[in-house]
């Protein structure tokens, strides 16, 4: 069976920014920001994407290329591996399960306050309204509709479905949310807004460090969807032609502009209405700001644009999740993929309703199963970049790269091989002792953490970092 093919560099990118803005930047963007700090999340967001989240998404695209298949046979055949096999079916199929089982509830949300939004039935009591839809029913009924319409997406294949879609969608989620952005600057009282989103506060960043650096390494996994092998899947398309490394800094630098560009829509329109920032946590996209919309002149219609963004940005990602899956099934079995994406469709319709109708089974895997997934995925992907594939990911690398590329190639390697798998790992130790009442001093874990990287290490099969 021969192997889909993006049409266009332009196509790619757009898909892959699209799959990383998604709800990871305009859901969980600023309730996380509001939550930690303001300035003091956003500034380490924006140095952890930078010197941690690139690369990694690097080590993705490397592998995905190098290998032109799924996650889970790239793994495989590259290291010829029953080991990374199964560190793939986990780490890849399983987190993408575990990823769009209660991704869909959120788009079924969405789905509901975009048509909603013409008649402006949640305007008048918000919190009232998505209490009547978040959980049961409605919540099954609307994760249907959003999965049936990422469906009828992946059907399309890459070219006429995932890459043409995607063209559409990305650049008018920029233009909708400058539009957006600029309106919200010219309310009355949005200045602190900008005050909180902008103005460093360096005595809440020493205060809270550790917490703050847990929040804004998981959310750069989180948007620059890496972790679940998306960027694997969608870099199996591509053609020797294209600079991973410019490619994957284009993509972190979109990613990261249309992120910002959501906390200067969303917090200066907080501030105008009077809507303390992080109020509602999870739920403030569907409750605070709705309630925001609902003071405001022409509230209806300013919200309609808004959800439509919101909507637009939750299914370019989750044609990547449902794409990975549907890759392996072709990949793998040689499965039709339109059978393939129905019947992985139908799946998730029923895996999704338990999320719909059990409101504890959608935090545990929405608030704490999924980072800890996210984290130990990017730490094995790019443990294999650098210590499986070696000169191979180098090759990789500097494919059409040119001498920038030649020249920070070592460097790369290095980071990926060592330091960002460390800060990970660290990173997670730190999420996960206290969840046991252990409770380390910051010097203790990173001991830990170089100690278990060692020991990691020292498993591969072949050395590749300092071959």
């Given amino acids: 069976m021969k192997r889909e093919r993006w049409q266009t560099r332009t196509g790619f ?52 290329r190098r290998a032109k298949r799924n996650p889970v046979t790239a793994l495989s055949s590259l290291s010829d591996s029953r080991a990374w096999r199964i560190g793939g079916l986990v780490f890849s199929i399983g987190t993408t399960v575990v990823l769009l089982s209660f991704y869909s509830v959120v788009g079924g949300w969405i789905v509901r306050y975009f048509i909603d939004s013409f008649s402006g039935a949640y305007l008048g009591s918000p919190a009232e309204y998505f209490s009547k839809i978040d959980f049961g029913m409605a919540a099954f009924a609307a994760q249907a509709v959003f999965l049936i319409a990422t469906a009828v997406i992946v059907i399309g294949g890459i070219q006429r479905g995932i890459e043409l879609a995607t063209k559409l969608m990305v650049p008018t989620i920029a233009v909708l949310l400058v539009s957006l952005a ?8 949005s200045g602190g807004g900008y005050n909180f989103y ?12 550790l917490t703050v650096l847990n ?85 209806a219609v300013l919200s309609s644009l808004f959800y439509a963004v919101v909507l637009l940005a939750a299914l370019s990602s989750s044609i990547n999740m449902l794409e990975v899956v549907v890759s392996f099934l072709i990949d793998e079995f040689g499965v039709d993929r339109r059978r393939a994406t129905l019947g992985l469709t139908g799946m ?41 594939l070696g000169k191979q990911a180098i090759e990789e690398y500097t494919t059409s790269g040119g001498p920038v590329a030649d020249a920070t ?18 990173t997670t130790l730190s999420v996960i002792l206290p969840l046991f009442n252990v409770h380390l001093q910051p010097a203790w874990v990173i001991g830990l953490s170089g100690i278990m990287i060692t020991v990691l290490i020292g498993q591969l099969r072949r050395p590749g970092l300092f071959a």
């Fill in 198 to 209: 902008l103005q460093f506060d360096w005595v809440y960043l020493q205060n809270n460090f």
């Fill in 348 to 388: 998730f319709v029923l895996t999704g309703g338990v999320n719909a109708y059990v409101q504890g089974v959608f935090e545990f895997l929405a608030f704490t199963l999924i980072n800890l997934l996210l984290y130990l995925g990017i730490t094995s992907f790019l443990l294999f970049c650098a210590w499986v």
């Fill in 409 to 426: 190639a070592p460097l790369w390697l290095a980071g990926v091989g060592v330091v960002i798998p460390l800060f990970l790992i660290f």
């Fill in 182 to 189: 600029l309106w919200a600057g010219m309310l009355p009282g």
């Fill in 215 to 299: 929040a804004a390494a998981g959310q750069a996994l989180f948007t620059l969807s890496v972790g679940a092998g998306g960027m694997i899947t969608y870099a199996s398309y591509l053609d020797e032609d294209r600079s991973l490394p410019v490619d994957a800094a284009t993509i972190g630098i979109l990613n990261v502009a249309l992120g910002v560009l959501v906390g200067l829509v969303v917090f200066p329109l907080q501030f105008a209405i009077g809507v303390e920032p992080g109020s509602g946590g999870p739920g403030a996209l569907f409750v605070s700001l709705a309630g925001a919309f609902s003071k405001l002149p022409s509230g």
């Fill in 13 to 64: 990118i757009l898909a892959a920014v699209g799959n990383a803005v998604g709800l990871g930047n305009i859901w969980r963007f600023p309730w996380m920001t509001a939550q930690n700090g303001g300035s003091a999340f956003l500034l380490l967001y924006l140095v952890i994407v930078l010197l941690a989240g690139v690369p990694a998404l690097l080590g993705e695209l490397v592998i995905g």
